[in-house]
């Protein structure tokens, strides 16, 4: 890999993630590299004069957590910038690596160059709202991104409502559901809202797109698991009601009456530096979701 223009977001407010920040911008710019450097958070967005500043980015340091490693793909994403999510500030950690195998920052740097890396890419969502009625105006809308997913829910700010969506899969009606709104996962995010909603879980490496209701006020609505290349549909049944796209769990836009939201697979890939040695999803969910089997342990005598 070169390392000729890097650019750092840390996560705002986090001394802990701005003195990483500091440290690696000056091992780097030691190392004759061109550095930027900004916060990421949910006031704070580095990434549209990051782009605006910088072309050709070979590298993008993300030091954070989970949130703020969503919010680089959904930007970096679409100019295939390779993302290093170090986790110097957040919870759960899925889609980061944890600081204390990389104290050592020099030896970073010196296995990027020698190319002594993984990279892994993972699927990404795309949704537009537009018009039921095919107003023109409606099909330049802007797109959004999210690598976990994308979630319709209803806007009122003053009472608990029930939406009622229809689901359409490449313009079929499948089905209504009447709830507290859907989920429209990648597999990625099946360890997020999704499992939170008892949707499955999903090996990250895969291409699918789940579908997972949420709170659904029928006992037959169910998680539906697509292939990745159809288009899914949602339109709002309720005339009276405004509802809400969130993309990873920042609002994206308003949905009124008469629009839908055209969900797909967007047409790049995330991509993520990987530096951890014998990494393993599995080894992940036991670590992250805390699982521990049985309440008994029984010694597999077979296993060599």
């Known amino acids: 890999m070169k390392l000729r223009k890097i650019i750092i977001a840390y996560k705002a407010d986090n001394s802990i993630s701005h003195s990483w920040a500091e440290r690696c911008s000056r091992e780097l710019e030691a190392l004759g590299c061109h550095v930027l450097v900004g916060p990421s958070g949910a006031q704070d967005n580095p990434y ?7 072309r050709d980015i070979d590298l993008a340091l993300v030091l954070g957590g989970d949130g703020s490693t969503l919010g680089a793909a959904r930007y970096l994403a679409s100019q295939s910038v390779p993302i290093l999510a170090i986790n110097t500030g957040g919870h759960l950690g899925f889609l980061t690596q944890a600081a204390e195998e990389f104290e050592d920052t020099q030896s970073v740097w010196e296995r990027l160059l020698g190319d002594r890396y993984a990279i892994e890419t993972r699927m990404m969502l795309q949704a537009r709202v537009v018009s039921m009625a095919g107003d023109s105006k409606d099909e330049s809308s802007p797109y959004f991104f999210s ?32 709830g507290d709104g859907l989920i429209v996962a990648t597999p990625t995010g099946s360890t997020s809202y999704v499992v939170a909603a008892n949707g499955p879980i999903l090996h990250p490496g895969m291409e699918a797109i789940v579908i997972t209701p949420i709170c659904a006020l029928s006992l037959s609505s169910r998680t539906i698991v697509l292939p990745p290349k159809l288009v899914v549909s949602i339109c709002i049944l309720d005339d009276d009601l405004t509802m809400k796209l969130w993309t990873d769990g920042v609002l994206a836009n308003s949905i009124l009456p008469g629009q839908r939201v055209d969900i797909a697979m967007a047409p790049h890939r995330a991509r993520f530096v990987i530096l951890r040695e014998n990494y393993s999803f599995y080894q992940a969910l036991r670590e992250k979701l805390m699982w521990s089997g049985t309440r008994l342990r029984y010694q597999n005598k077979y296993r060599s």
């Open 48 to 54: 549209p004069v990051f782009l605006e500043s910088m």
């Open 147 to 178: 690598l976990n997913e994308m979630c319709i829910k209803p806007a009122s700010p003053d009472r608990m409502t029930t939406a009622a969506l229809e689901l359409e899969i490449d313009g079929e009606v499948v089905d209504q559901y009447h």
